[in-house]
C-alpha cells in the first residue's frame, strides 16, 4: 500500500493556532483505541498551539449529531469553535451494521462540515480488524487522532488565509 505524499515545503502552513478553538467528539465503544486516538489528537492541539473540548458518545452514529448540538450552543454562548474533529472506529464484524455506521456517519460529517463550511478532520477509523486499528491509532505508527486534527487544522488555516474567519 502507498504511503501518503508528505506534504512539499510550499503546502506546509504550519502557522500557529494560538487561541482557536477545537470541538473533538469521540466515540469510545473500544475504549482502548479511543484513549490512543484522543492522545494523538490532543498532541496535534498542543502543538499547534491550539486547546480542545472533548465530547464522548457511545458510538460512530452518534458523532455528527454531538457535533451539531456542541457547535449550536457554542455559538449561541459566544464562544463558537474554529474546528471540529470527530474520533472513533468502526471494526467490520459479521452483519451488514458496518456498512451503516462507517457509511452513515461519515456521510452526516461531510453533509455538516460542508454546510456549516466547518473545517473538520475525520478520524473514524473503517478496519477489517483490531490489529488494523492499533496500526492505525498508534501515535507511534499511524497516528490518525493526530492526522484528524491536522486536517481540521490545515482546513481553518486556509479558512484564515481567504478571509473567512
Given amino acids: 500500500m502507498a504511503s501518503p505524499r508528505p506534504p512539499r515545503a510550499s503546502d506546509a502552513d504550519l502557522t500557529p493556532l494560538h487561541g482557536a478553538r477545537v470541538l473533538i467528539v469521540e466515540a469510545r465503544f473500544y475504549d482502548d483505541i479511543a484513549d490512543e486516538l484522543l492522545a494523538g489528537a490532543m498532541g496535534a492541539v498542543t502543538a499547534a498551539g491550539a486547546s480542545a473540548e472533548v465530547i ?6 452518534e458523532i455528527p449529531t454531538a457535533i451539531a448540538i456542541a457547535l449550536d450552543a457554542a455559538a449561541a454562548a459566544g464562544t ?5 474533529v470527530a474520533l472513533g472506529c468502526v471494526v467490520r464484524g459479521e452483519t451488514y451494521h458496518f456498512e451503516i455506521v462507517a457509511g452513515e456517519s461519515s456521510r452526516a460529517l461531510m453533509d455538516l462540515a460542508v454546510a456549516r463550511q466547518l473545517p473538520f478532520g475525520n478520524g473514524i477509523l473503517t478496519v477489517e480488524t483490531d490489529e488494523q486499528a492499533w496500526v492505525r491509532a498508534r501515535v ?3 497516528n ?8 481540521a487544522l490545515t482546513l481553518l488555516r486556509l479558512k484564515r488565509r481567504v478571509g473567512q474567519a
Wanted: aromatic share 4%; charged share 20%.
Fill in 56 to 61: 464522548s458518545m457511545p458510538g460512530a452514529l
Fill in 80 to 84: 463558537p469553535y474554529d474546528a471540529a
Fill in 140 to 142: 507511534s505508527e499511524g
Fill in 144 to 151: 490518525k487522532g493526530g492526522g484528524a486534527v491536522e486536517a
